[in-house]
């Protein structure tokens, strides 16, 4: 008999859900930029979720959905204001089984019913192969600080599909 495949789903954030996301955030920043990025500048990165009640006050905020993995939070993606998707990290034992992407479709569906005519989002060098395929287009390298480490990364954009921009259109 066959094994059937893991059930991802996704999720609307809640308050309680601070801490796992502040552990999925780290996880990912430690074990999935090595090659990017130096080991300080991952520390002075992933530092950026000690701060517990500052990373809950940002998630809730924003647009943030959860992704679960038989119930399990795996990762989690945010849009802020302005069509800014602010954050999209996974767990590390949960990259490869299309998480990054259900979260980015899902945003990609909420902001363009939202009026949103395009994405921009400031994607670390690791992650910008990623959007790069999905159709975004690199507009700037970007040099940020990050406690005393200076980081780069990379601002990329996407137009949403007419078939999103109709659907917003059609809603109003």
Request: glycine fraction near 8%; proline fraction near 2%.
């Amino acid at each position: 008999m066959a094994r059937a495949h893991p059930k991802l789903a996704l999720r609307p954030y809640l308050a309680d859900d601070a801490p796992l996301l502040a552990e999925i955030f780290r996880a990912s920043v430690m074990d999935l930029t090595a090659e990017d990025y130096t080991e300080a500048q991952q520390q002075a990165w992933a530092s950026t979720a000690d701060d517990e009640a500052a990373f809950a006050k940002n998630l809730g905020s924003q647009l943030t959905l959860v992704a679960t993995l038989e119930g399990s939070a795996v990762g989690f993606a945010s849009l802020a204001s302005g069509g800014k998707i602010d954050m999209l990290y996974v767990h590390p034992a949960a990259t490869g089984q299309s998480v990054g992407s259900l979260l980015i479709d899902a945003l990609e569906k909420l902001a363009g019913g939202r009026g949103a005519e395009k994405l921009i989002v400031d994607a670390s060098d690791t992650a910008r192969g990623f959007f790069e395929k999905r159709g975004y287009i690199a507009q700037q390298r970007n040099t940020v600080s990050t406690g005393d480490e200076w980081l780069a990364n990379t601002t990329l954009h996407k137009t949403l599909n007419s078939s999103q921009l109709a659907a917003k259109r059609e809603a109003s």
